[in-house]
């Protein structure tokens, strides 16, 4: 059974660089079917899309982060990570991976998500 | 970027209760929406996509209607397991893909 799990620093400082990794378990990440995503939520608050990866690299980012991700796959180890650059304290947020259903866009709802980290921004 | 409006954005019922949460979109999304359920502490889970299309698994009092700017999710028998909080998504566009602010069904 497919499973995400997602590691990192719980905690950044400010102007610094936020890095995640997502473990893709009982699959490969290089399935020809699926991009692999990142979504935040932070605390109290809704849910952001921060973009979505293919094994390939190819990858699609919300214009509103854009400038400061970066996604990126390495199939040797089979995770997927995210960095977000110039972090500030609106970026404390539980951080989600998750896949979407099928490797279309008419497909880019989440099917499958990992439990989440909290990752705090503070000096 | 196409906002997705949820309402109410907290709904206090009881168990057995018909609930009904909407979700509006700025522009037609076809019938390109998501609907998931989130409990506290919890990542969401995913309770229909395409609109009406009921993801495996999950229980059939929840349905899913609507196309274009206007959708409704339905819970037909709310459970005790169905206080959570609930959120739309649409994906007709990428750029980005874009969630509703979330309904909260309380108890009453």
């Known amino acids: 059974q497919l499973q995400l799990q997602e590691s990192g620093p719980g905690l950044v400082k400010p102007s610094e660089t936020l890095s995640l990794s997502c473990t893709v378990s009982g699959g490969s990440i290089s399935s020809s079917s699926y991009y692999w995503g990142w979504i935040r939520q932070p605390p109290g608050k809704g849910l952001e899309w921060i973009g979505n990866i293919y094994y390939s690299g190819s990858t699609y980012y919300n214009p509103s982060l854009k400038s400061r991700v970066t996604m990126s796959v390495d199939t040797s180890k089979n995770h997927f990570s995210l960095k977000l650059s110039s972090v500030t304290a609106a970026d404390t947020a539980v951080y989600y991976c998750?896949?979407?259903?099928?490797?279309?866009?008419?497909?880019?709802?989440?099917?499958?998500w990992g439990r989440g980290t909290l990752v705090t921004v503070s000096s | 970027d196409i906002q997705m409006t949820q309402s109410p954005s907290t709904l206090s019922a009881s168990v057995g209760d018909r609930v009904t949460i909407t979700c509006r979109a700025s522009?037609?999304?076809?019938?390109?929406l998501a609907w998931y359920q989130q409990k506290p502490g919890k990542a969401p889970n995913l309770l229909i996509y395409k609109a009406s299309s009921l993801e495996s698994g999950v229980p059939s009092r929840f349905s899913g209607s609507g196309s274009g700017t206007e959708f409704t999710l339905t819970i037909s028998s709310l459970q005790p397991d169905d206080f959570a909080t609930y959120y739309c998504?649409?994906?007709?566009?990428?750029?980005?893909?874009?969630f509703g602010g979330g309904t909260k069904v309380e108890i009453k």
């Open positions: 522009q037609s999304i076809s019938s390109w």
């Open positions: 998504q649409q994906y007709n566009s990428y750029t980005p893909l874009t």
């Open positions: 998750a896949r979407p259903s099928g490797y279309s866009s008419s497909s880019w709802y989440f099917d499958l």
